[in-house]
């Protein structure tokens, strides 16, 4: 048991680290533009130097939403992580980690939002980026989607014995 418990608290750890890269790199999307190879992210738009990221009107709205949902996201992993440790030295023997699992079950749902968001809206649509793909926070972000669900199911489920 100590094992499984050690296990899913790195696995924590490491998805807190990551959505902290996913959010604060600026490498969503990359591309070729007449500068040579481009990068947006959420924030800024990076080639030589970093600008900040415009966008026209009507997708200004959705990238504060994609930007409000990362952030909501690392704050309930974080708190699900502290309420891991809290709940690891006062619950009882037997109990389980209903408030762990049920508080990263919404850091996974605030992933799952911002990521759909920025696919629907962003994807494909940086017109001076030529042969644009997916960097390393998109899919960062999606390995994160993964992995908090599956922690949020096994809080729930786990017994300490």
């Known amino acids: 048991m100590l094992v499984l418990l050690a296990g899913i608290f790195v696995v924590h750890i490491a998805t807190v680290i990551m959505l902290f890269v996913s959010t604060i790199a600026n490498v969503w999307m990359v591309g070729s533009s ?5 990068s947006t992210g959420l924030w800024l738009r990076c080639n030589r130097t970093c600008e900040q990221l415009s966008v026209n009107s009507d997708d200004e709205a959705s990238l504060k939403a994609v930007q409000a949902f990362m952030i909501l996201s690392i704050i309930f992993s974080v708190i699900a992580l502290v309420m891991f440790i809290v709940q690891l030295f ?3 023997k037997g109990k389980r980690f209903y408030i762990t699992g049920a508080i990263m079950l919404v850091c996974w749902l605030c992933i799952l939002i911002g990521v759909s968001i920025y ?3 962003f ?3 940086m017109p001076e980026f030529t042969s644009s793909h997916h960097g390393y926070c998109f899919i960062l972000a999606w390995i994160c989607f993964c992995f908090s669900f599956i922690i949020g199911i096994l809080y729930l489920v786990l017994r300490k014995k």
């Open 119 to 121: 696919t629907a809206r």
């Open 34 to 38: 007449n500068f040579g190879t481009a």
């Open 90 to 92: 006062t619950l009882e």
């Open 123 to 125: 994807t494909g649509k």
